[in-house]
Nanobody, 121 residues
Framework: VHLVESGGGLVQAGGSLRLSCEAS????????MGWYRQAPGKQREFVARISNPGAGTHGTHYGDSVRGRFTASRDNAKNTMDLQMTGLNPEDTAVYYC????????????WGQGTQVTVSS
């Protein structure tokens, strides 16, 4: 599975951005897609995840720090996942990575190259 993110950039505090991730390759075996972020000097943090119906914890889940401000969505027909981010603040500055969990027997994690989001105060 190959993942490509787009949509990052510089935005002022209180602004909005929309990130997109497009999956290609063995997309048939994707059971979940998600977004993670990593700020300088910090560990990678969970942002959002959408799993397929019947695939374990089905539904959309958000990290505590973004719940209520970020909205994730998937288009399974296009193999894309978007992240609409509103109410951005400087603490949201990070590299955002798209993730896919895929596999026919054993699940593997796949990652995009990341896209930078910078929120100025």
């Amino acid at each position: 599975v190959h993942l490509v993110e787009s949509g990052g950039g510089l935005v002022q505090a209180g602004g909005s951005l929309r990130l997109s991730c497009e999956a290609s390759g063995d997309t048939f075996n994707i059971v979940a897609m998600g977004w993670y972020r990593q700020a300088p000097g910090k560990q990678r943090e969970f942002v959002a995840r959408i799993s397929n119906p019947g695939a374990g914890t089905h539904g959309t889940h958000y990290g505590d720090s973004v719940r209520g401000r970020f909205t994730a969505s998937r288009d399974n027909a296009k193999n894309t996942m978007d992240l609409q981010m509103t109410g951005l603040n400087p603490e949201d500055t990070a590299v955002y990575y798209c993730n896919a969990e895929a596999g026919s027997v054993v699940l593997h994690d796949y990652w995009g190259q990341g896209t930078q989001v910078t929120v100025s105060s």
